[in-house]
Antibody, heavy 122, light 108 residues
Framework: QLQLQESGPGLVKPSETLSLTCTVS??????????WAWIRQPPGKGLEWIGSVYYSGSTFYNLSLKSRVTISVDTSKNQFSLNLSSVTAADTAVYYC??????????????WGRGTLVTVSS | EIVMTQSPATLSVSPGERATLSCRASQSVSRNLAWYQQKPGQAPRLLIY???TRATGIPARFSGSGSGTEFTLTISSLQFEDVAVYFC??????????FGQGTKLEIK
């Protein structure tokens, strides 16, 4: 069964860069049918899609964050990563890594990591 | 960007009764709409995609309907374990994927 696990610091200082890695196990990140996404959820609030990456390295970003976001993939490690620069308190959230699986019916966000809380504070 | 609006914000339903949750899109998303269930401290769980197709392992009491801009998630007979926040998600026009703000489902 496919599993995703986020890792990275739980506390980041304002103006610094938030860096997270997602390790995929039980399946290959090099699947033709899958994109690999980061989604975040501020405490007590809704979900915000940050962006996604294909195993080839092609990326898609939310325009609201595009100037600060970089998502990359390392197929040799079966991992993908998120960098979010110049963070502020508004970036405090639970960050999820997610498999976007494309099917004839549509996109399934079927596999989610457990999520990791990142707090931006000095 | 397509804006997804869910109603009501909170819904209280008695056990065994029907729960009906709504999601409206600011423009047509065809049937490219999914529903997720999120329990406290957990990641969202996919329930429905393609507006009406249940994901693997989802009980038959969960059903989805709608197309275009109006969608409904129905729980035919509410169970205690269904208490959660439910989100809709459109993937018709992306990036970005967008989500509704959620409906909190409570037991009356």
């Amino acid at each position: 069964q496919l599993q995703l696990q986020e890792s990275g610091p739980g506390l980041v200082k304002p103006s610094e860069t938030l860096s997270l890695t997602c390790t995929v196990s039980g399946g290959s990140i090099s699947s033709n049918d899958d994109y690999w996404a980061w989604i975040r959820q501020p405490p007590g609030k809704g979900l915000e899609w940050i962006g996604s990456v294909y195993y080839s390295g092609s990326t898609f970003y939310n325009l609201s964050l595009k100037s600060r976001v970089t998502i990359s993939v390392d197929t040799s490690k079966n991992q993908f990563s998120l960098n979010l620069s110049s963070v502020t308190a508004a970036d405090t959230a639970v960050y999820y890594c997610v498999r976007e699986s494309t099917t004839p019916i549509g996109i399934q966000l079927e596999n989610w990591g457990r999520g990791t809380l990142v707090t931006v504070s000095s | 960007e397509i804006v997804m609006t869910q109603s009501p914000a909170t819904l209280s339903v008695s056990p065994g009764e029907r729960a009906t949750l709504s999601c409206r899109a600011s423009q047509s998303v065809s049937r490219n709409l999914a529903w997720y269930q999120q329990k406290p401290g957990q990641a969202p769980r996919l329930l429905i995609y393609g507006a009406s197709t249940r994901a693997t392992g989802i009980p038959a009491r969960f059903s989805g309907s709608g197309s275009g801009t109006e969608f409904t998630l129905t729980i035919s007979s509410l169970q205690f374990e269904d208490v959660a926040v439910y989100f809709c998600h459109q993937y018709n026009n992306w990036p970005p994927h967008t989500f509704g703000q959620g409906t909190k489902l409570e037991i009356k």
